[in-house]
């Protein structure tokens, strides 16, 4: 088992908690690591219009829809309160980011660069989180029990990615 309190910032951490919470809503890994990452900037993007720093988009994105889609067909998933922007692609549906799809192997990289040798532990003590909620009930209760386990930034902390605690004690004691 690792460590029981890392520092990391959140961004890594939604993307993984969203990645986590997409598989368990039937995407496959691939998918779910595009959707994962996309959430975390449509995140970063929100908290930047609310400082001020990125103006809000002129066209939001569209609801999400659960249907077959056709080659190189845009539509949006709802994870974790987001309407992400998505693409059917030959290698299957991947979240888009500027309009171009998102490279799930590119996100894996960037999960295991920013959690290190704690990436399986923090993962599996996701997926043990995720697996106590019925699809449905995690669908909409995902967002909300991340913000019961997000790293916690100490208070006067200043600076976009500022690095936090992650205690997964409390990840674990989650499931209900």
Request: hydrophobic content about 40%; charged content about 25%.
């Amino acid at each position: 088992m690792t460590q029981r309190i890392m520092k990391i910032n959140r961004a890594p951490v939604l993307t993984l908690w969203a990645t986590v919470v997409a598989e368990r809503l039937g995407f496959d890994r691939d998918t779910a690591l595009t959707l994962g990452k996309s959430v975390a900037g449509l995140n970063a993007q929100a908290k930047g219009q609310r400082l001020g720093i990125f103006e809000k988009p002129k066209d939001p994105p569209a609801a999400a829809v659960s249907k077959a889609h056709k080659p190189d067909e845009q539509f949006s998933v709802a994870i974790l309160g987001r309407s992400v922007p998505t693409v059917q692609t030959p290698q299957g549906v991947r979240a888009t980011t500027k309009g171009k799809p998102v490279d799930p192997a590119s996100v894996q990289r960037y999960l295991e660069q920013k959690f290190g040798q704690d990436l399986a532990d923090v993962q599996a003590a996701m997926e043990k989180l995720a697996k106590a909620y019925k699809p449905d009930e995690l669908a909409a209760k995902a967002y909300t029990l991340y913000e019961q386990f997000r790293p916690i930034i100490p208070e006067g902390t200043r600076g976009w990615g500022a690095k936090g605690e992650l205690n997964l004690d409390t990840i674990r004691a989650l499931p209900k």
